[in-house]
Protein backbone atom coordinates (compact mmCIF):
# COMPACT_ATOMS: atom_id res chain seq x y z
CA UNK A 1 0.00 0.00 0.00
CA UNK A 2 1.50 3.27 -1.05
CA UNK A 3 -0.38 5.73 1.84
CA UNK A 4 -0.22 9.25 2.78
CA UNK A 5 -0.01 10.83 6.14
CA UNK A 6 -3.50 10.93 6.79
CA UNK A 7 -4.23 8.09 5.67
CA UNK A 8 -1.52 6.50 7.56
CA UNK A 9 -3.17 8.30 11.08
CA UNK A 10 -6.30 6.62 10.49
CA UNK A 11 -4.96 3.20 9.94
CA UNK A 12 -2.92 3.63 13.12
CA UNK A 13 -6.52 5.01 14.94
CA UNK A 14 -8.18 2.51 13.69
CA UNK A 15 -9.24 -0.16 15.71
CA UNK A 16 -7.60 -2.91 13.86
CA UNK A 17 -4.58 -1.20 15.16
CA UNK A 18 -5.00 0.71 17.82
CA UNK A 19 -5.31 -1.82 21.13
CA UNK A 20 -2.43 -3.17 23.24
CA UNK A 21 -1.36 -6.55 23.22
CA UNK A 22 1.66 -7.16 25.00
CA UNK A 23 4.23 -8.96 23.67
CA UNK A 24 7.26 -9.68 21.29
CA UNK A 25 6.47 -12.36 18.75
CA UNK A 26 4.74 -10.43 16.30
CA UNK A 27 7.52 -7.66 16.72
CA UNK A 28 10.29 -9.90 16.33
CA UNK A 29 8.86 -11.50 13.57
CA UNK A 30 8.68 -8.06 11.61
CA UNK A 31 11.84 -7.22 12.46
CA UNK A 32 13.32 -10.00 11.21
CA UNK A 33 11.69 -9.58 8.09
CA UNK A 34 12.70 -6.14 8.05
CA UNK A 35 16.69 -7.31 8.37
CA UNK A 36 16.88 -6.61 12.17
CA UNK A 37 18.24 -2.86 12.32
CA UNK A 38 17.95 -2.57 15.77
CA UNK A 39 20.80 -5.23 16.43
CA UNK A 40 22.70 -2.87 14.90
CA UNK A 41 22.05 0.29 16.59
CA UNK A 42 23.67 1.83 19.96
CA UNK A 43 20.79 1.48 22.57
CA UNK A 44 19.87 3.67 25.52
CA UNK A 45 16.71 1.63 26.97
CA UNK A 46 14.58 3.43 29.75
CA UNK A 47 11.74 2.37 31.71
CA UNK A 48 9.86 3.78 34.18
CA UNK A 49 6.47 4.62 35.50
CA UNK A 50 7.41 8.34 35.57
CA UNK A 51 10.07 10.48 33.93
CA UNK A 52 11.44 8.35 31.50
CA UNK A 53 10.03 10.73 29.06
CA UNK A 54 12.04 13.77 30.28
CA UNK A 55 14.91 11.57 30.89
CA UNK A 56 15.14 10.17 27.45
CA UNK A 57 14.68 13.87 26.21
CA UNK A 58 17.65 15.74 28.77
CA UNK A 59 19.70 13.05 27.59
CA UNK A 60 19.19 13.35 23.81
CA UNK A 61 20.00 16.81 24.01
CA UNK A 62 22.76 16.24 25.72
CA UNK A 63 24.36 13.76 23.17
CA UNK A 64 23.41 16.15 20.28
CA UNK A 65 24.96 18.85 21.99
CA UNK A 66 27.88 16.85 22.14
CA UNK A 67 28.21 15.65 18.81
CA UNK A 68 26.27 12.72 18.07
CA UNK A 69 23.61 11.89 15.92
CA UNK A 70 20.82 11.00 17.97
CA UNK A 71 17.78 9.26 17.66
CA UNK A 72 14.69 9.00 20.09
CA UNK A 73 11.77 7.25 20.04
CA UNK A 74 9.16 8.43 23.48
CA UNK A 75 5.57 8.45 23.53
CA UNK A 76 2.32 9.32 23.53
CA UNK A 77 2.67 12.79 21.32
CA UNK A 78 1.03 15.42 21.83
CA UNK A 79 -0.16 16.93 18.33
CA UNK A 80 1.31 14.90 15.99
CA UNK A 81 2.55 11.40 15.30
CA UNK A 82 5.90 12.51 13.65
CA UNK A 83 6.80 13.82 17.77
CA UNK A 84 7.62 9.93 18.39
CA UNK A 85 10.63 9.46 16.04
CA UNK A 86 13.06 12.09 15.85
CA UNK A 87 16.59 12.67 14.85
CA UNK A 88 18.81 15.80 16.64
CA UNK A 89 15.11 17.05 17.83
CA UNK A 90 14.05 17.26 14.25
CA UNK A 91 10.56 14.74 13.95
CA UNK A 92 10.68 12.91 11.06
CA UNK A 93 8.79 14.34 7.93
CA UNK A 94 5.23 13.67 7.65
CA UNK A 95 5.92 11.73 4.04
CA UNK A 96 8.93 9.38 5.37
CA UNK A 97 6.72 8.76 8.29
CA UNK A 98 3.78 7.67 6.00
CA UNK A 99 6.72 5.68 3.76
CA UNK A 100 7.81 3.58 6.67
CA UNK A 101 4.74 2.76 8.12
CA UNK A 102 3.31 1.58 4.85
CA UNK A 103 6.75 -0.51 4.36
CA UNK A 104 5.32 -2.22 7.48
CA UNK A 105 2.10 -2.87 7.02
CA UNK A 106 2.94 -4.11 3.56
CA UNK A 107 5.03 -6.81 5.32
CA UNK A 108 3.03 -7.12 7.72
CA UNK A 109 -0.13 -7.71 5.76
CA UNK A 110 2.11 -10.62 3.32
CA UNK A 111 2.99 -12.48 6.39
CA UNK A 112 -0.28 -12.45 8.19
CA UNK A 113 1.70 -10.43 11.05
CA UNK A 114 -1.35 -8.63 13.16
CA UNK A 115 0.83 -5.79 14.78
CA UNK A 116 -0.87 -2.92 17.01
CA UNK A 117 -0.18 0.67 16.86
CA UNK A 118 2.60 0.73 18.60
CA UNK A 119 4.59 -2.30 17.27
CA UNK A 120 4.13 -0.52 13.79
CA UNK A 121 5.60 2.90 15.51
CA UNK A 122 8.57 0.72 16.97
CA UNK A 123 9.24 -0.97 14.23
CA UNK A 124 9.40 2.08 12.10
CA UNK A 125 11.53 4.19 14.55
CA UNK A 126 14.44 1.21 14.57
CA UNK A 127 14.23 1.10 10.75
CA UNK A 128 14.88 4.91 10.52
CA UNK A 129 17.37 5.37 12.88
CA UNK A 130 19.52 2.42 11.17
CA UNK A 131 18.92 3.92 7.93
CA UNK A 132 19.51 7.09 9.16
CA UNK A 133 22.74 5.88 10.55
CA UNK A 134 22.00 7.32 14.12
CA UNK A 135 25.63 7.18 16.35
CA UNK A 136 23.16 6.32 19.29
CA UNK A 137 19.40 5.74 20.12
CA UNK A 138 17.15 6.60 22.88
CA UNK A 139 14.24 4.05 23.41
CA UNK A 140 11.32 4.93 25.71
CA UNK A 141 9.31 1.92 26.63
CA UNK A 142 5.55 2.50 25.83
CA UNK A 143 4.30 0.22 28.84
CA UNK A 144 6.36 -1.94 31.45
CA UNK A 145 9.51 -2.92 29.93
CA UNK A 146 9.13 -6.81 29.72
CA UNK A 147 7.02 -7.97 26.56
CA UNK A 148 7.16 -4.28 25.46
CA UNK A 149 8.05 -3.76 21.75
CA UNK A 150 10.66 -1.68 22.10
CA UNK A 151 12.52 -4.80 23.83
CA UNK A 152 14.07 -6.46 21.55
CA UNK A 153 17.57 -4.94 21.58
CA UNK A 154 19.75 -7.75 23.12
CA UNK A 155 22.57 -5.72 23.93
CA UNK A 156 21.47 -2.26 24.78
CA UNK A 157 24.47 0.18 26.10
CA UNK A 158 22.90 1.30 29.05
CA UNK A 159 19.42 0.72 30.55
CA UNK A 160 18.12 3.34 33.15
CA UNK A 161 14.82 2.79 35.23
CA UNK A 162 12.85 5.77 36.42
CA UNK A 163 10.77 5.99 39.55
CA UNK A 164 8.60 3.35 39.86
CA UNK A 165 5.14 3.98 41.22
CA UNK A 166 0.99 2.14 40.77
CA UNK A 167 -0.01 2.68 36.97
CA UNK A 168 -1.55 0.36 34.42
CA UNK A 169 -2.44 -2.31 36.80
CA UNK A 170 -4.63 -3.60 34.81
CA UNK A 171 -1.88 -5.06 32.78
CA UNK A 172 1.46 -4.82 34.83
CA UNK A 173 0.37 -6.00 37.94
CA UNK A 174 -1.54 -5.00 41.04
CA UNK A 175 1.46 -4.02 43.49
CA UNK A 176 4.98 -1.72 43.03
CA UNK A 177 6.97 -5.67 43.06
CA UNK A 178 5.12 -6.87 39.82
CA UNK A 179 5.19 -3.41 38.45
CA UNK A 180 8.81 -3.43 39.21
CA UNK A 181 9.71 -7.20 38.01
CA UNK A 182 7.61 -6.18 34.20
CA UNK A 183 10.33 -2.74 33.94
CA UNK A 184 13.13 -5.07 35.13
CA UNK A 185 12.64 -6.74 31.95
CA UNK A 186 14.45 -4.26 29.93
CA UNK A 187 17.43 -5.79 31.51
CA UNK A 188 20.25 -8.35 29.83
CA UNK A 189 22.79 -10.26 30.49
CA UNK A 190 26.27 -8.11 31.03
CA UNK A 191 24.63 -4.58 30.97
CA UNK A 192 24.72 -1.72 32.69
CA UNK A 193 21.66 -0.95 34.70
CA UNK A 194 21.40 3.17 36.27
CA UNK A 195 18.78 3.09 39.07
CA UNK A 196 17.92 5.72 42.34
CA UNK A 197 18.11 3.33 45.65
CA UNK A 198 15.49 5.48 46.66
CA UNK A 199 13.11 4.07 43.62
CA UNK A 200 10.50 1.68 45.05
CA UNK A 201 11.42 -1.21 42.66
CA UNK A 202 15.55 -1.04 43.91
CA UNK A 203 15.18 -4.59 45.62
CA UNK A 204 13.22 -6.26 42.50
CA UNK A 205 15.91 -4.23 40.17
CA UNK A 206 18.78 -4.87 42.16
CA UNK A 207 17.77 -8.80 42.12
CA UNK A 208 16.77 -9.18 38.25
CA UNK A 209 20.24 -7.42 37.76
CA UNK A 210 22.10 -9.90 39.65
CA UNK A 211 20.30 -12.71 37.87
CA UNK A 212 21.45 -11.17 34.32
CA UNK A 213 25.09 -10.54 36.10
CA UNK A 214 24.14 -6.83 35.16
CA UNK A 215 26.43 -3.97 36.66
CA UNK A 216 23.99 -1.96 38.92
CA UNK A 217 24.90 1.61 39.04
CA UNK A 218 23.11 3.69 41.42
CA UNK A 219 22.38 7.28 41.35
CA UNK A 220 21.92 9.94 43.65
CA UNK A 221 18.55 10.69 45.31
CA UNK A 222 18.46 13.85 43.69
CA UNK A 223 19.86 17.12 42.60
CA UNK A 224 19.09 20.19 44.30
CA UNK A 225 17.40 22.80 42.23
CA UNK A 226 16.40 26.42 42.75
CA UNK A 227 13.93 28.95 41.12
CA UNK A 228 15.42 32.43 41.16
CA UNK A 229 14.18 35.32 38.85
CA UNK A 230 11.45 32.95 37.38
CA UNK A 231 14.66 30.83 36.12
CA UNK A 232 15.37 27.53 37.25
CA UNK A 233 19.24 26.16 38.19
CA UNK A 234 20.83 23.02 38.99
CA UNK A 235 23.83 22.33 41.00
CA UNK A 236 25.44 19.37 39.28
CA UNK A 237 29.16 17.27 39.95
CA UNK A 238 30.39 17.17 36.47
CA UNK A 239 32.05 19.69 37.45
CA UNK A 240 30.51 21.13 40.22
CA UNK A 241 28.28 24.06 39.38
CA UNK A 242 25.31 26.21 38.61
CA UNK A 243 23.83 25.15 35.66
CA UNK A 244 20.63 26.63 34.20
CA UNK A 245 18.04 24.11 33.71
CA UNK A 246 14.68 24.90 31.07
CA UNK A 247 12.38 22.09 32.53
CA UNK A 248 10.01 22.52 35.93
CA UNK A 249 9.39 20.40 38.33
CA UNK A 250 10.72 19.32 41.78
CA UNK A 251 10.47 15.55 40.02
CA UNK A 252 12.96 16.73 37.65
CA UNK A 253 15.68 16.79 40.63
CA UNK A 254 15.14 13.12 40.62
CA UNK A 255 15.56 12.65 37.00
CA UNK A 256 19.09 14.96 36.75
CA UNK A 257 20.03 12.36 39.32
CA UNK A 258 19.73 9.48 36.99
CA UNK A 259 21.02 11.57 34.10
CA UNK A 260 24.03 12.93 35.82
CA UNK A 261 25.22 8.91 36.29
CA UNK A 262 23.89 8.34 32.65
CA UNK A 263 26.61 10.89 31.36
CA UNK A 264 29.15 9.04 33.88
CA UNK A 265 28.56 5.96 32.86
CA UNK A 266 28.80 7.05 28.91
CA UNK A 267 32.33 8.69 29.12
CA UNK A 268 33.62 5.49 30.83
CA UNK A 269 32.19 3.77 27.50
CA UNK A 270 34.03 6.45 25.43
CA UNK A 271 31.60 9.09 24.30
CA UNK A 272 33.37 12.11 24.57
CA UNK A 273 30.47 14.80 26.32
CA UNK A 274 32.10 17.98 27.37
CA UNK A 275 30.76 20.06 30.38
CA UNK A 276 29.60 22.69 28.23
CA UNK A 277 27.86 20.05 25.79
CA UNK A 278 26.13 19.39 29.11
CA UNK A 279 25.65 23.37 30.31
CA UNK A 280 24.26 24.10 26.59
CA UNK A 281 21.40 20.98 26.50
CA UNK A 282 20.03 21.85 30.19
CA UNK A 283 19.61 25.40 29.23
CA UNK A 284 17.86 24.74 25.70
CA UNK A 285 16.18 21.43 26.50
CA UNK A 286 12.76 21.52 25.61
CA UNK A 287 9.48 18.77 26.92
CA UNK A 288 6.34 19.94 25.87
CA UNK A 289 3.57 19.12 28.59
CA UNK A 290 5.60 18.43 31.28
CA UNK A 291 5.56 21.25 33.81
CA UNK A 292 5.91 23.38 31.18
CA UNK A 293 5.53 27.33 32.26
CA UNK A 294 3.86 30.18 30.02
CA UNK A 295 4.90 33.32 31.45
CA UNK A 296 3.26 35.42 29.58
CA UNK A 297 -0.08 33.34 30.16
CA UNK A 298 0.60 32.64 33.44
CA UNK A 299 -0.22 28.91 32.61
CA UNK A 300 0.97 25.64 33.74
CA UNK A 301 0.64 22.80 31.32
CA UNK A 302 1.73 19.36 33.13
CA UNK A 303 0.79 15.94 31.58
CA UNK A 304 -0.06 14.33 35.51
CA UNK A 305 -2.09 11.61 34.34
CA UNK A 306 -1.64 8.75 37.37
CA UNK A 307 -1.45 9.75 41.31
CA UNK A 308 2.01 9.69 41.62
CA UNK A 309 2.43 12.57 38.51
CA UNK A 310 -0.36 14.26 40.38
CA UNK A 311 1.56 14.49 43.53
CA UNK A 312 4.58 15.77 42.05
CA UNK A 313 2.61 18.75 40.22
CA UNK A 314 1.21 19.52 43.69
CA UNK A 315 4.58 19.53 45.22
CA UNK A 316 5.81 21.64 41.90
CA UNK A 317 3.03 24.17 42.22
CA UNK A 318 3.46 24.34 46.18
CA UNK A 319 6.54 25.20 45.57
CA UNK A 320 6.70 27.73 42.45
CA UNK A 321 3.43 29.51 42.93
CA UNK A 322 2.68 28.82 46.40
CA UNK A 323 1.01 32.33 46.97
CA UNK A 324 -1.58 32.05 44.21
CA UNK A 325 -5.04 31.35 43.38
CA UNK A 326 -5.03 28.12 40.93
CA UNK A 327 -7.46 27.49 38.31
CA UNK A 328 -7.70 24.03 36.69
CA UNK A 329 -8.38 22.39 33.46
CA UNK A 330 -9.13 18.52 33.73
CA UNK A 331 -9.41 15.57 31.90
CA UNK A 332 -8.99 12.03 32.82
CA UNK A 333 -8.91 8.79 30.99
CA UNK A 334 -11.03 5.38 32.84
CA UNK A 335 -8.50 3.36 32.88
CA UNK A 336 -6.40 5.59 35.43
CA UNK A 337 -6.43 6.66 39.49
CA UNK A 338 -8.27 9.71 38.88
CA UNK A 339 -10.04 9.96 42.09
CA UNK A 340 -7.20 9.82 43.68
CA UNK A 341 -5.05 12.03 41.67
CA UNK A 342 -8.18 14.37 42.10
CA UNK A 343 -7.83 13.97 45.79
CA UNK A 344 -4.03 14.91 45.79
CA UNK A 345 -4.63 17.93 43.53
CA UNK A 346 -7.57 19.91 43.88
CA UNK A 347 -9.39 21.64 46.75
CA UNK A 348 -13.05 21.93 47.07
CA UNK A 349 -12.67 25.64 46.69
CA UNK A 350 -10.59 25.39 43.62
CA UNK A 351 -12.23 26.39 40.25
CA UNK A 352 -11.72 23.51 37.84
CA UNK A 353 -13.01 23.22 34.34
CA UNK A 354 -13.48 19.42 33.21
CA UNK A 355 -13.46 19.00 29.44
CA UNK A 356 -14.77 16.20 27.54
CA UNK A 357 -12.31 15.21 25.06
CA UNK A 358 -12.16 12.87 21.88
CA UNK A 359 -10.92 9.48 23.33
CA UNK A 360 -12.92 6.32 23.51
CA UNK A 361 -12.00 6.07 26.96
CA UNK A 362 -12.41 9.42 27.87
CA UNK A 363 -14.10 10.22 31.27
CA UNK A 364 -17.44 12.24 30.45
CA UNK A 365 -18.56 15.00 33.15
CA UNK A 366 -21.19 13.59 34.80
CA UNK A 367 -19.32 10.79 35.57
CA UNK A 368 -16.59 12.91 37.24
CA UNK A 369 -18.83 14.98 38.96
CA UNK A 370 -20.65 12.15 40.98
CA UNK A 371 -16.76 11.05 41.80
CA UNK A 372 -16.07 14.01 43.04
CA UNK A 373 -19.21 15.53 44.95
CA UNK A 374 -16.53 17.67 47.54
CA UNK A 375 -15.08 19.99 44.48
CA UNK A 376 -18.12 22.89 44.73
CA UNK A 377 -16.60 24.56 42.14
CA UNK A 378 -16.65 22.53 39.26
CA UNK A 379 -17.66 23.49 35.71
CA UNK A 380 -17.81 21.94 32.59
CA UNK A 381 -15.36 23.25 30.20
CA UNK A 382 -17.06 25.01 26.97
CA UNK A 383 -13.94 24.73 24.90
CA UNK A 384 -14.91 27.90 22.69
CA UNK A 385 -14.72 29.93 26.02
CA UNK A 386 -11.20 28.71 26.54
CA UNK A 387 -9.54 32.11 25.79
CA UNK A 388 -11.91 33.65 28.39
CA UNK A 389 -10.58 31.22 30.48
CA UNK A 390 -6.94 31.96 30.15
CA UNK A 391 -7.16 35.49 30.02
CA UNK A 392 -8.25 35.13 34.16
CA UNK A 393 -6.16 36.59 36.85
CA UNK A 394 -4.70 33.58 38.18
CA UNK A 395 -2.10 30.78 37.51
CA UNK A 396 -4.20 28.37 35.27
CA UNK A 397 -3.18 24.50 34.83
CA UNK A 398 -4.30 22.49 32.38
CA UNK A 399 -3.56 18.70 33.29
CA UNK A 400 -4.55 14.68 33.75
CA UNK A 401 -4.46 13.00 30.35
CA UNK A 402 -1.86 14.11 27.59
CA UNK A 403 -4.11 12.91 24.67
CA UNK A 404 -6.49 15.89 26.09
CA UNK A 405 -3.53 17.97 26.17
CA UNK A 406 -2.09 17.15 22.72
CA UNK A 407 -6.26 17.83 21.31
CA UNK A 408 -6.19 21.42 22.92
CA UNK A 409 -2.63 22.27 23.33
CA UNK A 410 -2.10 24.89 20.00
CA UNK A 411 -5.26 26.16 21.80
CA UNK A 412 -3.21 26.80 24.97
CA UNK A 413 0.23 27.98 23.35
CA UNK A 414 -0.44 30.36 20.66
Not at 203 to 232: M, W
Request: aromatic share 10%; glycine share 6%.
Amino acid sequence: MNLNYEETIKLLTSQGKFYINLGLERILSIMNLLGNPQENLKIIHIAGTNGKGSVSAVLSEILKSAGYKTGLYTSPHLVEYTERIQINNRQISKDEFAKYVSEICDLSEKHNIDLTEFEILTAAAFKYFYDNKVDIAIMETGMGGRFDATNICKNPILCIITSISKDHTDRLGANIEEIAFEKAGIIKENSEVIISPLNAGFEVIKKKSQACHARLVKSQNEINTVFEGRKNYAFLNFPRGKYEFSLLGLYQRKNLALIEQAVNVLKQKEFKVSNSAVKTALKNVKWPARLEYISEKNLVIDGAHNPDGALELKKSLDYYFKDEKRLFIYSTISTKDYVTSSNILFKPEDEIYFYEFNHKNAVMFEEYKSKMPQLKNLNKLNINKLDEILKKDCLKVVTGSLYMIGEIYNKLII
